[in-house]
Structure formats: C-alpha cells, structure tokens
C-alpha cells in the first residue's frame, strides 16, 4: 500500500522558518506532480504550492515569495520551505501525490494520495 508521510510541522513564531517534509513509500512506480495543500477551521482547502516531475512549480499568491517547493526524485520526498510566516499561515498541511502504482500484481495510474497531515502553528 501506498502512504505519503509528512513531517517538519510545530509551533513556530510570526516571521520565523520551518521545512515540511512529505515521502512517499510503496510500489510506486512514477509521481508526477506533488503537492502541499493546507486547511483550517475558518477556510477551506487550499493549494499551497505542487511541484511535478519536471520541475515546474505553482503557487498560490498568498505564500508567493515567502514559500518554495522542492522534490528530490530518487527520494519519492517533496519539500516545503516555508519563511517569513505569518499567523495566517496556520493550518494542516497535507501533501498529495498524482502517481502510479502496483497492488497485487495490478497496476493503477493517476491515483491522488493523500497524507495525514502535519499542523503548522504562526503564534507569539
């Protein structure tokens, strides 16, 4: 079975870092794109930053500048280094996966996994 881990997430104050982590594990076969998406009780879910195969990156304008998304390959692990953060910045962060792979001798394509999410608290 495929499972995507995510760590990295804490308390952190207003202006400061933090580097979320996100593996994947299993018999996977490619990833193409992976994603940090965030939610939290006042909002709904929200795409933060994907990154695919090739390296193309996409983000929303909320975190523009002060984000980036990273992934190394060989790894099955994407990144998200996360500066300047602000107390709007609080949330689950959830990584998500488009990949391809096997179970029981079948194979899936273009299946969305989702990790169980990492909370990342901006407070004084």
């Known amino acids: 079975q495929v499972q995507l881990v995510e760590s990295g997430g804490g308390l952190v104050q207003p202006g400061g870092s933090l580097r979320l982590s996100c593996t994947a594990s299993g018999s996977i076969f490619s990833i193409n794109t992976m994603g940090w998406y965030r939610r939290d009780p006042g909002k709904q879910r929200e795409l933060v930053a994907a990154?695919?195969?090739?390296?193309?990156?996409n983000y929303a304008d909320s975190v523009k500048g002060r984000f980036t998304i990273s992934r190394v390959n060989t790894k099955n692990t994407v990144y998200l280094q996360m500066n300047s953060l602000k107390p709007e910045d609080t949330a689950v962060y959830f990584c998500?996966?488009?990949?391809?792979?096997?179970?029981?001798?079948?194979?899936?394509?273009?299946?969305?996994?989702w990790g169980k999410g990492t909370l990342v608290t901006v407070s004084s």
């Open positions: 990154i695919t195969s090739g390296g193309s990156t």
């Open positions: 998500n996966a488009d990949l391809d792979y096997s179970d029981y001798g079948r194979r899936y394509y273009g299946v969305h996994y």
